[in-house]
T-cell receptor, first 114, second 114 residues
């Protein structure tokens, strides 16, 4: 069975600062995808960033980037120049290659302080 | 309407009631999912449908009954629920058989069972 662990239930950071959310996972597969999803207070979950396990280069989407350490099974999310709209629950998730099932972590509630 | 929509957004029901949750996706996807989201727990996958066929039932009690009449619509029929079934129920869709299984989520239905 695969697992995803987010060890930080809550975090807060001042606006414009940088914050890093942690995620570790466990899977016996060699090909898989990792995701960070964001769920703002309005509840609609949206994809923030995605990483293919076979790619060594860390994914980047504007202010969002990941630090993917495959050997350590670690997948952290870095948010640069944080904005008030970044306040949300953030979920780390794992999907094996070609498999429809996503395994989610318990989430990190991030609050950006004005 | 765009994306994934869910109705109703809020539902309060007694344990003897029968109600249904509705999900509709406007993305041309052919895989649809029901998740249960409870506080401080990972999202729990309940059901998966690919091309209208149920491919996953994650040991969900029979008081939850899914229905997928076509690739765009998914229902969750509820009857004789328990208070512990109170949660946010999320619907998602994706392109079946895609490698990365990026899922698109609806806003959820907040269910309260009295």
């Amino acid at each position: 069975a695969q697992t995803v662990t987010q060890s930080q239930p809550e975090m807060s950071v001042q606006e414009a600062e940088t914050v890093t959310l942690s995620c570790t996972y466990d899977t016996s597969e060699s090909n898989y995808y990792l995701f960070w999803y964001k769920q703002p207070p309005s509840r609609q979950m949206i994809l923030v960033i995605r990483q293919e396990a076979y790619k060594q280069q860390n994914a980047t989407e504007n202010r969002f980037s990941v630090n993917f350490q495959k050997a350590a099974k670690s997948f952290s999310l870095k948010i640069s120049d944080s904005q008030l709209g970044d306040t949300a629950m953030y979920f780390c998730a794992l999907a094996n290659f070609g498999n429809e099932k996503l395994t989610f972590g318990t989430g990190t509630r991030l609050t950006i302080i004005p | 309407e765009t994306g994934v929509t869910q109705t109703p957004r809020h539902l309060v029901m007694g344990m003897t009631n029968k109600k249904s949750l509705k999900c509709e996706q406007h993305l041309g996807h052919n895989a649809m999912y029901w998740y249960k989201q409870s506080a401080k727990k990972p999202l729990e996958l309940m059901f998966v449908y690919n091309f209208k066929e149920q491919t996953e039932n994650n040991s969900v009690p029979s008081r939850f009954s899914p229905e997928c009449p076509n690739s765009s619509h998914l229902f969750l029929h509820l009857h004789t629920l328990q208070p512990e079934d109170s949660a946010l129920y999320l619907c998602a869709s994706s392109q079946a058989l895609a490698d990365d299984n990026e899922q698109f989520f609806g806003p959820g239905t907040r269910l309260t069972v009295l």
